[in-house]
T-cell receptor, first 113, second 116 residues
Framework: KQEVTQIPAALSVPEGENLVLNCSFT??????LQWFRQDPGKGLTSLLL?????REQTSGRLNASLDKSSGRSTLYIAASQPGDSATYLC????????????FGEGTQLTVNP | DAMVIQNPRYQVTQFGKPVTLSCSQT?????MYWYQQKSSQAPKLLFH???????NEADTPDNFQSRRPNTSFCFLDIRSPGLGDAAMYLC???????????????FGSGTQLSVL
């Protein structure tokens, strides 16, 4: 059974700092990995999707990397801003699970002005 | 413009009183999902529709049912809500086809269900 773990569970940083969020998964037979953002009491917004054949994806100040063989992904946020405060979740899609995603519990990020 | 719309935003029901949550989409996606998310936990897939085909997760209680009358709409029915069913319910959509299971999921804003 696929398990997804995100460390740390919570992170507080001053504005302007570069930061890294971590995601690990137990079964490396994945099709892709997605990073989502969730604001309090809201739904999830897809940030980046990395195919299993890719190493990284970039969008603006966000960069996600994938090391499939070691079961790890990182989300790098450059020059953090208070508006980046949210919970960040990663989710993996297994090769044989069809449309099913397995989510981590997320990292709650607070960027202090 | 919202592409996946969930109504209502907040729903309060009584213990044992049936409740229906709704989801609609303007993306014309063929797959629709219902997730349950409890506070500070990962979203948990309840079931999904691939076109008209219903796919139930093995550990989804019988208390939870779903209907998809057409491509745009999907409903979550909770037949007899218990206190443990209080959670955020998230609807999501994606376009999935042969060899194209790489599509992103688009989520609605969720319905926060309280059970009194």
């Amino acid at each position: 059974k696929q398990e997804v773990t995100q460390i740390p569970a919570a992170l507080s940083v001053p504005e302007g700092e570069n930061l890294v969020l971590n995601c690990s998964f137990t079964d490396s037979a994945i099709y892709n990995l997605q990073w989502f953002r969730q604001d309090p009491g809201k739904g999830l917004t897809s940030l980046l999707l990395i195919q299993s054949s890719q190493r990284e994806q970039t969008s603006g100040r966000l960069n996600a990397s994938l090391d499939k063989s070691s079961g790890r992904s990182t989300l790098y946020i450059a020059a953090s801003q208070p508006g980046d405060s949210a919970t960040y979740l990663c989710a993996v899609r297994k090769e044989t699970s069809g449309s099913r995603l397995t989510f981590g519990e997320g990292t709650q990020l607070t960027v202090n002005p | 413009d919202a592409m996946v719309i969930q109504n209502p935003r907040y729903q309060v029901t009584q213990f044992g009183k049936p409740v229906t949550l709704s989801c609609s989409q303007t993306l014309n996606h063929n797959v629709m999902y219902w997730y349950q998310q409890k506070s500070s936990q990962a979203p948990k897939l309840l079931f999904h529709y691939y076109d008209k085909d219903f796919n139930n997760e093995a550990d989804t209680p019988d208390n939870f049912q779903s209907r998809r009358p057409n491509t745009s709409f999907c409903f979550l029915d909770i037949r007899s809500p218990g206190l443990g069913d209080a959670a955020m319910y998230l609807c999501a959509t994606s376009r999935v086809g042969r060899g194209r299971t790489n599509e992103k999921l688009f989520f609605g804003s969720g319905t926060q269900l309280s059970v009194l």
